[in-house]
């Protein structure tokens, strides 16, 4: 079983920065594992963020937050960070840690396990 954490939620103007963080822990936490930020708007589906794979690879995100959020990871820590600037008030929602054994999905039905998540307000 793996286990993620997240925190560094919160309210924030629009504009702002916020920096999440995703600690992961478990027996079975495989370093082949895509690592994957998602995010529930109020009254949608979970969406994808960005992605990461531990060890290698140049992360990837979605056009929407492309060139305001960067992900980044500590392999020593098992960390996996979401660095968020310039919000909007579109980014507002629960935002989610999940890993995946498809590393290249984008796809929330293909992440197999999942953080409880936190909430992000973007206020304008």
């Known amino acids: 079983q793996v286990r993620l954490v997240e925190s560094g939620g919160g309210l924030v103007q629009a504009g702002g920065s916020l920096r999440l963080s995703c600690v992961a822990s478990?027996?079975?936490?495989?370093?082949?594992?895509?690592m994957g930020w998602l995010r529930q708007a109020p009254g949608k589906d979970r969406g994808f963020v960005g992605r990461?794979?531990?060890?290698?690879?140049?992360?990837y995100y979605a056009d929407s937050v492309k060139g305001r959020f960067t992900i980044s990871r500590d392999d020593a820590k098992n960390m996996v960070y979401l660095q968020m600037n310039r919000l909007k008030p579109e980014d507002t929602g629960v935002y989610y840690c999940?890993?995946?054994?498809?590393?290249?999905?984008?796809?929330?039905?293909?992440?197999?396990?999942w953080g409880k998540g936190t909430q992000v307000t973007v206020s304008s």
């Open positions: 990461i794979t531990w060890t290698y690879g140049a992360p």
């Open positions: 999940a890993c995946a054994a498809d590393r290249n999905t984008s796809l929330p039905w293909k992440y197999d396990y």
């Open positions: 478990g027996r079975t936490l495989n370093i082949n594992y895509g």
